[in-house]
């Protein structure tokens, strides 16, 4: 695995924009025609640069995966840890309907994330793996090393997810679905995993 910094913003982004095309939450913060070319790719940037701030993200030798984590200290989102991401120029850079929705869904999965984890864990904020390297074990390898960083600690890790059959894939990894919830005024379902210290 690849340890990345904030100079690989540009393709990790790509990455992630390419993986979560079809994800229910980005359809739900941007709607089904994103608009403004760029648009969802300053998204993935941002949410990469607060990872790179706050925790860590690795990708594969490849470049074919990107994950990020935060540390227990960082495992919860402040909003001033998402000025300095860079989140202040969201509105000119996404627009303000797909703004509003984010925070909208950010403060929804915060909520929910401090209500199943009140304890000192780990936090699997995002994985993503381009489309035609999915289901060929670059995911597996990403989540695999991120796990044995958390197992060196002996603590738990908590991960959500807005796509259903993503379930079932962490639970193979040892995660358990602690919370399950339609986001208020629908639109948007979320499930709460969580992989005990080991």
Same mark, same amino acid.
């Given at each position: 695995? =690849?340890?990345?910094?904030? &100079?690989?913003?540009?393709?990790?982004?790509?990455?992630? &924009?390419?993986?979560?095309?079809?994800? !229910?939450?980005?359809?739900?913060?941007?709607?089904?025609?994103?608009?403004? !070319?760029?648009?969802?790719?300053? #998204? #993935?940037?941002?949410?990469?640069? *607060?990872?790179?701030?706050?925790?860590?993200?690795?990708?594969?030798?490849?470049?074919? %995966?990107?994950?990020?984590?935060?540390? !227990?200290?960082?495992? =919860?989102?402040?909003?001033?840890?998402?000025?300095?991401?860079?989140?202040?120029?969201?509105?000119?850079?996404? %627009?303000?309907?797909?703004?509003?929705?984010?925070?909208?869904?950010?403060?929804?999965?915060?909520?929910?994330?401090?209500?199943?984890?009140? #304890?000192? =864990? #780990?936090?699997?904020?995002?994985?993503?793996?381009? !489309?035609?390297?999915?289901?060929?074990?670059? $995911?597996?390898?990403?989540?695999?090393?991120?796990?044995?960083?958390?197992?060196? =600690?002996?603590?738990?890790? *908590?991960?959500?997810?807005?796509?259903?059959?993503?379930?079932?894939? *962490? &639970?193979?990894?040892?995660?358990?679905?602690?919370? &399950?919830?339609?986001?208020?005024?629908?639109?948007?379902?979320?499930? $709460?995993?969580?992989?005990?210290?080991?």
């Amino acid at each position: 695995m =690849h340890e990345l910094r904030t &100079e690989d913003a540009d393709w990790a982004s790509g990455v992630l &924009e390419q993986a979560f095309r079809a994800d !229910p939450m980005v359809n739900f913060v941007f709607g089904e025609e994103p608009g403004a !070319p760029g648009r969802v790719n300053w #998204f #993935f940037k941002a949410l990469f640069r *607060y990872a790179t701030l706050y925790g860590g993200c690795s990708s594969t030798p490849d470049k074919d %995966g990107v994950l990020m984590m935060l540390p !227990p200290a960082q495992a =919860h989102a402040t909003f001033g840890k998402m000025c300095r991401a860079g989140i202040l120029s969201a509105p000119r850079r996404m %627009g303000w309907a797909p703004v509003s929705r984010f925070m909208k869904v950010s403060d929804f999965v915060e909520k929910e994330h401090k209500a199943a984890a009140p #304890f000192e =864990h #780990f936090y699997v904020m995002m994985m993503g793996v381009l !489309p035609d390297r999915q289901g060929m074990g670059v $995911g597996r390898a990403l989540l695999t090393q991120a796990l044995a960083t958390v197992d060196t =600690h002996k603590l738990p890790c *908590y991960l959500e997810t807005q796509n259903e059959s993503n379930v079932a894939i *962490y &639970e193979r990894f040892g995660f358990a679905l602690i919370s &399950e919830k339609e986001m208020p005024n629908g639109g948007l379902r979320s499930w $709460g995993m969580l992989r005990e210290k080991r």
